[in-house]
């Protein structure tokens, strides 16, 4: 049985089960940040620097081939549905069906005109508290938000990842934005959103 050296960030979902790491030679979880934040690099690239394009990204699929992207260096699980519960996230029975509901009510969003950063920031929620995967749930949630607001604005949130691995003031109030959020509060998450959005920035 494998067990990495080390603590999770403040409020990371534990991984209980190893046994899916590709990386043998990973022994801390400093290390397995580090690979998989290697791994996240290449794919955001693949993602957001591209044209934006008209396509909805919105699609069980393809939302799940976003998460294999990201992770396929590192995990064998990466992309697929998590089969136990977690401390955080709904019932492994439940995942399908609120995924469904998640892409209604993008639909309803779009259609009702609602504020494009309010959408991003309910994407966002809803992506982390279904948490449909063994890990990553919150970078992936990331991305694919940043995805949208490509689509919409031509700009993306900018978050501070490597912060996001420590623990420290910005980590802390990302997770209470999310808390609030799953009390149908999300101004504090809409905040963030508003904060960090930004151009996007064209490497040549």
């Not at 046994?19 to 998989?36: D, P, R």
């Not at 998590?82 to 029975?93: A, E, L, P, Q, T």
């Amino acid at each position: 049985m494998v067990i990495l050296k080390g603590n999770s960030p403040y409020g990371a979902t534990p991984i209980d089960d190893y046994s899916g790491l590709k990386l043998k030679h990973i022994n801390t979880i400093k290390e397995l940040y580090e690979a998989e934040f290697l791994n996240i690099t290449s794919s955001t690239s693949k993602y957001l620097l591209k044209p934006p394009s008209n396509k909805s990204f919105m699609d069980r699929i393809y939302l799940f081939k976003i998460h294999k992207t990201m992770f396929s260096q590192v995990w064998d699980w990466a992309g697929k549905k998590r089969i136990s519960n977690k401390s955080v996230g709904i019932d492994k029975f439940q995942i399908d069906i609120e995924i469904v509901k998640l892409i209604q009510d993008f639909e309803f969003w779009e259609s009702s005109n609602m504020d494009t950063i309010e959408v991003s920031s309910r994407i966002h929620h809803k992506l982390v508290y279904i948490h449909p995967f063994e890990n990553g749930n919150g970078r992936w949630a990331r991305l694919v938000t940043n995805i949208y607001l490509k689509q919409k604005l031509n700009r993306i949130v900018y978050w501070p990842e490597q912060e996001l691995y420590i623990n420290n003031v910005f980590r802390k109030r990302y997770i209470h934005s999310l808390q609030s959020a799953d009390h149908g509060n999300f101004a504090d998450l809409v905040s963030i959103h508003q904060e960090l959005l930004e151009d996007i920035i064209q490497f040549t």
